[in-house]
């Protein structure tokens, strides 16, 4: 079968080649992939910046396709089942936290940029009826991230002026879809105009861009703060939200692609009496709700662009990039 491995990193090297099937072991489906998906994990992992890497590995987080062997039936999951994928391995029994021996679909396991891929059943659902293979394949790690963000830990309600940071990439967009849709008035921050706008088009009441030294400012004149801020930027973002957020708010971050917060106002924190919560995917549970929240309300995933599974490396440059608005998925039919 053709897959996109990564073999080096430096020097970079990954590419479509042929590699053997995939072993159907006991418990397992072989799924015939029609869609993945990238995330920016895929794109740290090329860069080194990542845990634990082991090469070589098939990259992809995010896929959707068909069943097409299958060596034990439960709960009607048959050959020709049209299917997404669960990417969490071992998230273990308690809710709280991922246990020890976590990790995600796509490294250290061989991922979804690929033509098959086997799996356990158990990380094997349904597609959500109103979705194309294109959409569902946006979904799983975006999606379970953001409503773990947006409702397990930030507990989101049609009481709440929330705050979404760096609105465009997968997860924000996510998790504007989500909290829109619990009623709350949402506002979001990025450094484009024209993301913000497209935001407003999507739900949200508003956004300022951060680039902006008043934003700030701006924010708390015309918002009056945040209940609940949700934030993958870290760095000195995450200052700038102790500022916005309100007495007894809380703040759920999710990712640092600025990096470490530099000069963390501690006191900021006890005063206003802020929860300061992280969290990284989502367990088992917020997973399958995540699904029934998305086709109880027919929320679609926003995509930047689709791209054919010969130009990969294309989907690569393009997210390492950081324009897209939505989600990069690369089509393997």
């Known amino acids: 079968m053709q897959a996109f491995v990564l073999r080096s990193i430096s020097p970079l090297e990954y590419g479509i080649e042929d590699i053997p099937q995939p072993p159907l072991a006991d418990g397992y489906a072989r799924v015939r992939l029609h869609a993945a998906a990238l995330n920016h994990r895929d794109v ?64 250290p396991q061989q991922g979804t940029l690929a033509e098959y891929i086997s799996v356990p059943l158990n990380r094997i659902h349904r597609v959500p009826s109103h979705l194309s293979s294109e959409q569902a394949a946006a979904l799983p790690l975006a999606g379970l991230t953001a409503y773990r963000a947006v409702f397990t830990q930030g507990h989101c309600s049609n009481a709440d002026t929330v705050l979404i940071t760096g609105i465009g990439g997968g997860v924000a967009l996510a998790a504007l879809h989500f909290a829109v849709q619990s009623g709350a008035r949402v506002y979001v921050t990025s450094s484009s105009e024209d993301k913000i706008n497209r935001a407003v088009e999507l739900g949200a009441s508003g956004g300022f861009l951060y680039t902006d030294s008043e934003w ?17 930027a870290g760095g000195a973002t995450m200052n700038q939200l102790l500022n916005v957020v309100n007495p007894g ?85």
């Not at 969290?279 to 699904?291: I, K």
């Open 249 to 333: 708010g809380r703040i759920v971050s999710y990712g640092a692609t600025h990096g470490i917060v530099p000069d963390f106002d501690i006191r900021k924190v006890f005063w206003k009496q802020i929860t300061l919560q992280g969290t990284t995917m989502g367990s088992d549970n917020d997973f399958a709700s995540m699904l029934r929240y998305v086709g109880q309300h027919h929320i679609v995933p926003v995509i930047d662009s689709v791209i054919p599974f010969a130009e990969t490396q294309r989907a690569f440059e393009r997210m390492n990039g950081m324009a897209q608005f939505g989600k990069i998925v690369v089509s393997l039919r």
């Open 216 to 232: 700030t400012k701006q924010a708390l004149s015309h918002t009056g703060g945040f209940d609940l801020c949700i934030d993958g």
């Open 44 to 107: 740290w992992i090329t860069k080194g910046q990542y845990a634990k890497i082991e090469l070589p590995v098939v990259l992809g987080s995010d896929g959707v396709g068909e069943i097409v062997e299958v060596n034990s039936e439960t709960d009607g999951l048959t050959v020709g089942t049209y299917v997404l994928l669960n990417p969490n391995i071992n998230w273990g029994g308690d809710e709280r936290t991922q246990s020890k021996s976590y990790s995600i679909l796509g490294m």
